[in-house]
């Protein structure tokens, strides 16, 4: 049963677009991971390590590829070596501090990366092959104003939630 099957008739409107867009997510992403496995051989996180680091050609420290891929650094560890491997990605010493190291890929793992970038694009066009142009651009639109006022929603709370300077104690 997916998400969305577990909504019914009496359930707002909002909320069964929320279990509707989980399961598309859903959907999608496990089509995608079949697809990794099947051409490349490859997992959908190896791919997102791969994807962060081809966005930062200087690489990237430990830590901010956990960061941006919100994963604990012990999964970023264990991906990394499975790459260093592979001879994908190389880690490079950090000048100053001797425990880090950053991250970068090697012309083999762009080379891979790029071919599995372009499927995946590939991959993603296709879910949406159901949808005019004129439709993906609407769904397009109503989902950034989605995002717009989840953002100012998270806003205005960080703001009433935010200590009050000292400045304004007086």
Do not use: Y
């Not at 950053?102 to 372009?118: K, N, P, Q, V, Y």
């Not at 769904?139 to 104003?145: A, D, E, N, S, Y």
């Amino acid at each position: 049963m997916d998400m969305e099957a577990r909504a019914h008739s009496e359930h707002p409107e909002a909320l069964r677009l929320w279990l509707r867009l989980l399961t598309c997510t859903q959907l999608v992403e496990k089509q995608v991971r079949n697809e990794l496995r099947a051409r490349f051989a490859t997992t959908l996180p190896r791919f997102d390590l791969m994807s962060q680091l081809e966005r930062s050609p200087d690489g990237l420290k430990m830590n901010e590829l956990s960061r941006r891929m919100m994963v604990t650094g012990g999964n970023i560890t264990g991906i990394t070596d499975q790459l260093v491997a592979e001879g994908l990605v190389e880690r490079m010493p950090v000048e100053g501090d001797r425990r880090a190291f950053r991250i970068r890929l090697t012309a083999s793992g762009r080379r891979l990366f790029d071919e599995m970038a372009a499927a995946h694009e590939g991959w993603i066009v296709q879910a949406f092959g159901g949808l005019s142009a004129r439709e993906l651009e609407t769904l397009h639109k109503l989902l950034g104003k989605v995002k717009k006022h989840q953002r100012e929603s998270f806003e205005a709370v960080d703001t009433a939630l935010a200590p009050a300077s000292p400045a304004n104690d007086a």
